[in-house]
């Protein structure tokens, strides 16, 4: 692929994450191979090709050999299409195929229609219709038709230079039934777009898309996972359009809790990643609302992306706080995503991200986001290798962004020695630690901030309390032990922990 090329006119897919990753869409007057096993999409994205062609008054054509009109006007009309301004040629009419001694299974036999016709009747039809979208369906019948591989081969060729100069975009459909992957067409091709289709070890089916190669144009490379609904291909792109980056200074963002603020140095830096680290129901989550919660006080947005409880717990645990989060979700300030994690693709979590952080039409931004938890983002995809590479990048989207981003990871037990399911330490820009501790016989908890790229931070272990509808922390607890340990001990005066004479 070449980095740089000379300027050629572009046409649109008709599907815009298709463009996206094709930085704009096909060159115009090419011939392009689009290749899958059946099932996978590709006769879907070939009528959104000529679809799109047909809505900017040009005209198209679907030649098929292995489906027949009706066949083609069924799936158009179950994504809620209507082909009336495609032309569609059957190459061969059923009629002069099936008589009383033919199969009735099969549209022809390769013996009783000869290529050099099956050829000539295209080139005849498009010297007629002068269409400038032609979609070829599919190319695995002209290969038995041919039955020799030169042959094929030399059809294809001839196909290519037919269409060279009469400013004509094609797409040829090959559902890859040969028993040895044909690597010479991708070589006559302009360009080659594979589709794939595959089952994981517990959820629903997973299809992705990869641009092979797009002669003299840029695209994006790699696997971009893809999802076959009514209306067409949902496509999620591994990476999206390049977002203008904010060059002005934002103020340190904060919680409203102003002893939480001075643990923290003061407040967390816009553009930066926080991990809250620790056992299940120590305070993680509260902690990211009461950030979520104060942008959204200030007329900015905050954004939820929940794997492991739902929305309506959400908001009743913030009720039990005082938290006003439905008031926030009413004005559209807070929004909150819940996320299936046996449905959920890589690429498709990526691109709800991205659609999740664009400035909404009144020109509100937003500040925070927060994944509660990385533990459950793991758990819906356990058969991807590469997540926290993935992740990685996602906290680089939104650093550039300006937005402050929570990651909400629960250790393994709940007392004692825990264990982390994954380290993402390395990623997070802070680190706060939340435990439980006991003193006077009652379980307490205990919060400190162990990691700060940016800024200084307390290097004290504060208790942390929710109580009575309100999060509260405590001073400083200078005689306390063991907390890196994992059997963190108050060995101090219990008239320093928090208190009713202290409320």
Same mark, same amino acid.
């Given at each position: ?306 794997? @492991?409880?739902? &929305?309506? *717990?959400? =908001?009743?645990?913030?009720? $039990? +706080? %005082? ?37 909404? @039409?009144?020109? &509100?931004? *937003?500040? =925070?986001?927060?994944?509660? $938890? +990385? %533990? ?50 390395? +990623? ?76």
């Amino acid at each position: 692929m070449a980095e740089e090329s000379k300027r050629e006119e572009i046409v649109q897919t008709g599907n815009s994450a298709l463009d996206t990753i094709l930085e704009g869409g096909l060159t115009s007057g090419r011939v392009y191979l689009v290749e899958g096993d059946p099932g996978t999409g590709k006769t879907t994205l070939a009528l959104q090709f000529l679809l799109e062609g047909a809505r900017r008054g040009e005209t198209g054509l679907y030649v098929t050999l292995s489906e027949t009109k009706e066949e083609l006007e069924a799936v158009a009309a179950s994504h809620g299409w209507n082909m009336k301004d495609i032309d569609v040629y059957e190459l061969v009419d059923s009629s002069e195929l099936v008589d009383s001694n033919a199969s009735q299974y099969s549209m022809f036999e390769p013996s009783e229609v000869e290529l050099s016709k099956t050829i000539r009747g295209v080139l005849e039809h498009v010297e007629q219709s002068k269409p400038t979208r032609v979609a070829f369906d599919s190319l695995s019948e002209m290969r038995l038709l041919a039955q020799s591989p030169l042959r094929y081969r030399r059809q294809i060729l001839a196909l290519k230079h037919f269409f060279t100069g009469r400013n004509c975009t094609v797409l040829m459909l090959d559902d890859n039934t040969a028993q040895d992957a044909d690597q010479q067409l991708q070589s006559i091709a302009h360009g080659v777009i594979r589709l794939e289709h595959m089952m994981g070890d517990y959820g629903g089916e997973r299809r992705r898309l990869r641009v092979i190669k797009h002669r003299g144009q840029k695209f994006q490379g790699g696997f971009h996972d893809f999802q076959l609904l009514t209306g067409g291909l949902n496509l999620f792109p591994r990476k999206g359009q390049a977002q203008p980056v904010e060059n002005a200074k934002f103020p340190l963002i904060l919680s409203g809790n102003e002893s939480l603020d001075n643990l923290v140095g003061g407040g967390l830096s816009a553009g930066t990643s926080t991990l809250l680290l620790g056992p299940a129901g120590v305070g993680k989550s509260s902690t990211a609302m009461l950030y979520a919660i104060s942008a959204a006080s200030r007329g900015e947005k905050a954004v939820f992306f929940i794997f @492991d409880e739902t &929305r309506e *717990v959400l =908001v009743e645990r913030a009720a $039990s +706080l %005082n938290m006003p989060l439905q008031e926030h979700l009413d004005s559209g300030n807070i929004i909150i995503h819940q996320l299936d994690p046996g449905e959920l693709l890589p690429g498709e979590f990526a691109c709800q991200i991205r659609d999740a952080i664009r400035p909404s @039409d009144d020109g &509100r931004r *937003v500040s =925070v986001v927060v994944i509660d $938890s +990385l %533990n459950g983002y793991m758990n819906a995809m356990p058969h991807e290798r590469f997540l926290i590479v993935q992740m990685h990048e996602i906290l680089k989207t939104l650093a550039k962004q300006k937005i402050l981003t929570f990651l909400v990871v629960a250790q393994h037990g709940m007392l004692g020695h825990m264990a982390t399911p994954v380290d993402a330490s390395y +990623l997070a820009d802070a680190v706060i630690l939340f435990r439980y501790f006991e003193a006077a016989g009652e379980l307490r908890q205990a919060i400190s901030v162990v990691k700060k790229r940016t800024g200084s931070h307390e290097r004290t272990i504060r208790e942390f309390q929710m109580k009575d509808g309100v999060i509260r922390v405590g001073s400083p607890l200078d005689e306390f032990q063991g907390i890196l340990s994992g059997t963190p001990a108050f060995t101090g005066k219990i008239s320093k922990l928090l208190g009713k004479e202290h409320e």
